[in-house]
């Protein structure tokens, strides 16, 4: 079944939605969605349904909302934090997150991190990006949007890391690896930040800022992963020890 996202904020069984004007196209002449069609409509924020197509036209489309439908959601609350990469695999990133069921993604600025400049190029990217998150989440069928959050500094990020979850891959840390913190029991009411460095790797003076807000400094064994790979590769791990990516299809 077809999945889409609309803007509505409530979706009540019985009632008529419009697909927006974004997936307009798409669903009238790609798909070619036609009366009695049935498609999944999600508002993004965690509930999905199953609607019928009453209307097709290249102006509009109406679906009549059926049933709601069991959320595609991880129960845990994942943020991924990942410092500054170029344009691309910081795309690719944001793809890979939202099919791993990241609920929010933040940029980091680092000392060794790719610079961001503030122009119209940056907000074309943040548009393509809010864009990648929609097709991968209607794609993967998930029921939230991911939220892609302003650049943090990694002061701030300190700041909102205490009291909570944070695992920090770093390639120089010796003595803890990633399954020590991960037999600790599921912390399903509390947020994990995944803290992922830049290409050039974080300097020791921010794992020490780390440590001291409180920070799982690990190690994921010999090989030097790129940055996007560790992103992709750290998030499947805790999402398969205490999320939902087990395939269990229930809450560890
Ligand atoms: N500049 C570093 C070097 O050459 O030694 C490598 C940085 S790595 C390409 C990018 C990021 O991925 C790191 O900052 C870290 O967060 C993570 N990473 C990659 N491989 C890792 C490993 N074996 N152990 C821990 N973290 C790793």
Same mark, same amino acid.
């Given at each position: 079944m077809h999945y889409f996202f609309v803007n509505e904020e409530t979706l009540t069984e019985g009632s008529e939605v419009f697909l927006s004007?974004? &997936?307009l196209n798409h669903a009238y002449r790609v798909l070619r969605l036609k009366n009695g069609d049935h498609v999944v409509i999600s508002d993004g924020l965690g509930i999905a /349904? @199953? $609607? #019928?197509?009453?209307l097709s036209t290249a102006e509009r489309v109406v679906v009549k909302l059926i049933k709601q439908l069991p959320s595609g959601e991880s129960p845990l609350h994942i943020t991924l934090c990942q410092s500054m =990469?170029? $344009?691309d695999k910081f795309d690719l990133i944001v793809r890979q997150a939202t099919e791993l069921g990241v609920k929010r993604i933040i940029p980091l600025l680092t000392e060794r991190s790719i610079p961001i400049h503030r122009s119209e190029q940056e907000s074309?990217? #943040? /548009?393509?990006?809010?864009?990648?998150i929609r097709s991968a989440a209607a794609q993967c069928r998930r029921s939230e949007l991911p939220a892609l959050e302003k650049t943090y500094k990694l002061e701030a990020l300190c700041r909102e890391? @205490?009291?909570e979850i944070a695992i920090v891959p770093w390639e120089e840390e010796m003595n803890r690896s990633i399954d020590q913190v991960l037999t600790q029991p599921c912390p399903i009411s509390r947020a994990v930040f995944l803290i992922v460095g830049p290409e050039g790797g974080f300097t020791s003076a921010e794992i020490e800022a780390l440590i001291k807000a409180g920070a799982n400094i690990v190690n994921l064994g010999p090989r030097i992963l790129r940055s996007e790979t560790a992103a992709c +590769? =750290?998030? +499947? *791990? *805790? @999402? $398969? +020890?205490? $999320? &939902?990516l087990s395939g269990k299809g229930e809450p560890v």
């Open positions: 004007r974004e &997936d /349904m @199953q $609607g #019928l197509v009453t =990469v170029k $344009g074309k990217k #943040l /548009m393509r990006r809010l864009n990648k890391i @205490q009291g +590769a =750290v998030t +499947a *791990i *805790i @999402q $398969g +020890a205490w $999320g &939902d």
